[in-house]
């Protein structure tokens, strides 16, 4: 159980391309779900919180308009990469945690998305 | 602040060797910790978690890890590494509010 699907697995586009990266939870709900980024040999840094129904929470220095979010039901959050350029390649790994579990219980994550712009 | 350290960026272990890999934590209250292992180019697969009761908890794949609060740690152990258990490790702590907070992870090397 708790399965978190993440697509693309692999992208390469052009500079100026904008890419949208999907994250479902396959076999439960979930309310909230974290998108992170990790660059090669590093940790994972969140980049925002996505929360159903509602606008993300963006952690300090990152875009909200460079990285769109959107978590439109309860199985699906969407982050589109806007107008992307080399710098923003990168790792992407999408989380989520079961609905009505508290902040003791695990995320689950997808299996990222790595994103190379040429 | 919050924040989680892993002391040791790279270990290597020869296959069938005990591995201790480090982490500590700082947090005004008691934290929720976590440990993630991440493969090559994939996601994180959760290994053990510890949020209350008995501080020894038993992980998936032979894993176990040790909370002590007096030296803000929360040390991953194995007692016998296999060749599959090369990868990333990740330690995490998460908090209210639904964030978590990674280390900077520890990569494992396992020699035949």
């Known amino acids: 159980g708790a399965v978190v699907s993440q697509h693309p697995s692999w992208v390469i586009c052009k500079s100026g391309t904008s890419v949208k990266i999907e994250c479902r939870s396959l076999?439960?709900?979930?309310?909230?779900m974290f998108w992170y980024r990790q660059f090669p040999k590093q940790s994972l840094m969140l980049m925002a919180t996505?929360?159903?129904?509602?606008?993300?929470?963006?952690e300090q220095g990152v875009e909200k308009d460079k990285f769109l979010i959107n978590h439109a039901s309860l199985t699906l959050s969407t982050l589109t990469v806007t107008s992307a350029h080399p710098e923003d390649s990168s790792f992407y790994i999408c989380?989520?945690?079961?609905?009505?579990?508290?902040?003791?219980?695990?995320?689950?994550f997808g299996d990222g998305t790595r994103l190379s712009i040429l | 602040a919050q924040s989680v350290t892993q002391p040791d960026i790279h270990i290597t272990v020869s296959e069938g060797a005990s591995l201790e890999l480090r982490c500590n934590y700082s947090?005004?209250?008691?934290?929720?910790l976590f440990w993630y292992v991440q493969s090559p180019g994939q996601g994180l697969q959760l290994l053990l978690k510890?949020?209350?009761?008995?501080?020894l908890v038993q992980g998936i794949k032979g894993f176990e890890a040790e909370f002590k609060r007096s030296q803000s740690s929360f040390n991953l152990r194995k007692p016998s590494v296999h060749w599959s258990d090369a990868a990333e490790y990740f330690c995490?702590?998460?908090?209210?509010?639904?964030?978590?907070?990674f280390g900077t992870g520890t990569s494992l090397t396992v020699i035949p």
């Open positions: 995490a702590v998460g908090v209210p509010g639904n964030q978590f907070y």
């Open positions: 947090y005004g209250a008691t934290p929720y």
């Open positions: 996505s929360n159903e129904g509602s606008k993300a929470t963006y």
């Open positions: 989380s989520a945690r079961d609905r009505g579990a508290g902040s003791n219980q695990p995320q689950h």
């Open positions: 076999d439960f709900q979930a309310t909230t």
């Open positions: 510890y949020f209350s009761g008995d501080t």
